[in-house]
């Protein structure tokens, strides 16, 4: 082997990721030996699961993680028989950090309060560096389980890092922190020995602690949290396991613990969040809960929940399924099938329970609420028990309020829940598109999330009460008693002005026409009665996949704007000009852009000068 020290810099911002990451955790020092020990436990749950299939990789009878700490040398090492890392595995896995979010990392800790860091922390993954709370200087000694070779990987967290060639008689690694001077807590064993019952005691690895003595001492009880009766399990229990499968700083939301009996066995033990991950749920699609058979971890890749429920986190631990399971054989075994409906069923059960309390539902719908809604669409098997879960903001309600809650509040005669959609939440609560609805007492579900401009339409219908936006087709409201627009009659030469728009818009609208719907606004955009609404045009426009129709101008006939249009018509003068701005006036209105922005603004400051 060569003798060569490689030196390289860390990937892109990681130096100042390392600063924050050593200065946001100062209040949970002791959490590093968790990130650890829970890296060096995966590591052999790996090599258990390979040996399966290579014999070569298998673990000695005596596998554990081995804490061992040095008074004089100021070092503190933990040693495991895991599957253990290639030189590039080293540089990949260690050389880099949050690859996919550092930079939004490094701006969230930045910004975040000191009480807040600590779930920031959790939020991207980057547990190993934890280590330099406590050392400034890190060794990692590794060979991988089949390989010949171990290399170390060394770093003070500087921004750089060194690889060079080592020996390692058996396959594992090594991690050697030397402690920094306030540090000293970490270098007795029965501070480890606490350490370790509090965050890893349902690690189901031995974690041994080296006395001063040398005689080594289990510390954890090894035993699988999942597999015991509730009774048997405490609060702190609970959390320290959540924290630890979801490598979170919160408490959950909701703790689902059960064991399933009969023609179909298994032990689930979930969480729902008490917080949003920062990326995670929206950047990653897939279910991450952990598979388990007979205690032994077998992938996280299971998809053991639906999409929708994919903040759910925890494990589920069967006896139904062979230990070499492979990935192929997990995509076709009508075991798992079952087991996902079973699971799946009983998340939805517990949300369903817990919406009865309005105020302690409300945290978890502001935090997943859009990631649930999707199941909307995904799901047409479940689309029912989902429909009742979701939470919205109205026209005619604070805070919050339920499909079903709607339906109770729906006027004589109401034959639809109404709804509007656009990207902004507080812009909804002003648009012209409710003018009408207001008016007349009439309530309409406000969706901001992106999600909501395609769900509706697969829902289709709730308590046989069919969905509309507001913004499809001609809706007519006359029919409802409320207060009307003020002001005389619609003038008879609307209908002169309604011709004259059509021929000066020409292409740019569908069509154009006069409605009761408006009270203090000239115009309003509406889409046809069939096709996608204006919300979803947008969205297709910008998508580059069309616009999905050119909409329909309405007017209001009693505003003064549209009577003095009205007027120049019965004059015979010409509204091109004018036509063409209150087309774009309705498109502002609407969250949209002028069709020209430029001549757009032009002409509002030719207007105001002349004012």
């Known amino acids: 082997m060569s003798d060569t020290v490689e030196r390289h810099e860390f990937g892109a911002e990681v130096g100042r990721l390392l600063d924050l990451v050593v200065h946001a955790l100062y209040s949970d020092r002791e959490i590093f030996l968790r990130e650890l020990v829970a890296n060096a436990a995966d590591a052999m749950d790996r090599r258990r699961f390979e040996a399966l299939t290579d014999q070569a990789s298998a673990l000695p009878a005596d596998a554990r993680v081995r804490i061992e700490p040095d008074k004089a040398a100021r070092t503190l090492t933990l040693s495991d028989a895991g599957i253990g890392m290639t030189k590039a595995e080293l540089a990949q896995n260690l050389g880099t950090i949050a690859r ?42 590794s ?66 602690i080296v006395g001063e003595e040398g005689k080594e001492e289990t510390a954890n009880q090894g035993t699988a949290l999942w597999r015991k009766s509730k009774s048997e399990v405490t609060p702190e229990q609970y959390t320290a396991f959540y924290r630890h499968v979801g490598m979170n700083f919160d408490e959950p939301w909701a703790t689902l613990h059960w064991r399933a009996e009969g023609a179909l066995e298994f032990s689930a033990l979930l969480f729902v969040p008490g917080m949003k991950p920062f990326q995670a749920v929206e950047g990653e699609r897939a279910s991450k809960v952990r598979l388990h058979v007979r205690r032994m971890f077998i992938t996280d890749e299971a998809e053991l929940l639906p999409s929708w429920l994919r903040f759910v986190q925890g494990v589920v631990d069967t006896e139904d399924l062979p230990l070499n399971v492979s990935r192929e054989m997990l995509q076709a075994t009508p075991v798992l099938t079952k087991i996902r409906r079973a699971v799946t069923g009983r998340v939805l059960g517990e949300l369903t329970s817990r919406a009865k309390d309005a105020e302690g539902y409300r945290p978890f719908w502001e935090n997943f609420g859009p990631v649930l809604k999707e199941g909307i669409y995904e799901d047409h098997e ?11 903001h109205s026209s005619a309600v604070e805070g919050w309020t339920s499909l079903p809650d709607y339906v109770s509040r729906m006027k004589d005669g109401q034959e639809a829940i109404y709804y509007l959609v656009a990207d902004d939440a507080d812009a909804l609560k002003r648009s012209p598109q409710l003018e009408g609805f207001r008016a007349r007492g009439i309530e309409v579900l406000l969706l901001s999330d992106h999600v909501d401009a395609f769900w509706p339409e697969a829902l289709a219908r709730f308590e046989d009460k069919p969905l509309r936006s507001v913004t499809q087709g001609s809706v007519d409201l006359s029919k409802f008693a409320g207060e009307t627009p003020e002001g005389e009659e619609a003038p008879a030469s609307v209908e002169a002005l ?21 009270v203090e606004s000239a115009v309003v955009l509406s889409a046809s009665g069939h096709g996608p609404d204006l919300q979803m045009q947008r969205l297709l426009r910008r998508a580059g996949r069309g616009g999905g129709g050119m909409p329909v101008l309405e007017i ?20 091109t000009e004018a036509a063409g701005t209150l087309l774009d006036l309705a498109r502002v209105q609407d969250g949209d852009t002028p069709r020209d922005p430029v001549a757009f603004a032009q002409k509002v400051a030719a207007a105001l000068a002349a004012a």
């Open 100 to 141: 996919s979010g550092t930079r939004a990392f490094s701006q969230s800790l930045g910004d975040a309060k000191p009480e807040d860091k600590p779930s920031l922390i959790g939020q991207f993954g980057v547990g190993f560096y934890s280590a330099f709370m406590v050392a400034d200087r890190v060794t990692v000694t």
């Open 143 to 208: 060979r991988r389980a089949g390989a010949e070779e171990a290399w170390t990987w060394a770093s003070e967290g500087q921004g750089s890092y060194t690889l060079e060639p080592a020996i390692r008689a058996e396959p594992g690694t090594d991690i050697v922190l030397h402690l920094k001077e306030d540090a000293d807590e970490y270098l007795e064993s029965y501070r480890l020995d606490h350490v370790v019952r509090k965050w890893a005691d349902h690690i189901t690895v031995p974690i041994a």
């Open 382 to 392: 479940r689309r029912s028990e989902i429909a009742p879960l979701l939470r919205f």
């Open 498 to 518: 309604v011709a004259a728009l059509k021929t000066a818009l020409g292409a740019d609208v569908s069509d154009v026409r006069a409605t009761d719907r408006l």
């Open 556 to 575: 209001n006939p009693r505003h003064p704007l549209i009577r003095s249009l009205g007027d120049k018509v019965a004059s015979e003068s010409d509204i």
